[in-house]
């Protein structure tokens, strides 16, 4: 392995620690729930999701666009972390 390729690796190593550098346009996952798989979307800032609670438009969001805009936090534009709706105030 030649030297540049080395540093190369060495960047990519550091970078892995900064995900704030990477942003998300668009997002297309399977992700596995309780008790089945639902597909999951990022684009132009609309989350999407194919699960009963997101279709149903109730709290516009679910726990699936939840747990990915956790996970992914760093690397989403701040509209895109909580969707379009304010958080409503938990009680409790
Ligand atoms: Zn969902």
């Given at each position: 392995m030649n030297s540049s390729m080395i540093g190369k690796i060495e960047k990519a190593h550091r970078y892995a620690r900064e995900p704030e550098r990477i942003q998300f346009n668009s997002l297309d996952a399977t992700f596995r729930g309780g008790h089945d798989e639902y597909h999951v979307k990022l684009n132009n800032g609309h989350w999407e999701c194919s699960c009963h609670t997101f279709s149903s438009?109730?709290?516009?969001?679910c726990s699936h666009v939840m747990a990915m805009q956790q996970i992914l936090s760093p690397m989403l534009l701040e509209h895109d972390r909580y969707g379009e709706e304010e958080p409503v105030a938990a009680t409790g």
């Open positions: 438009h109730v709290v516009g969001t």
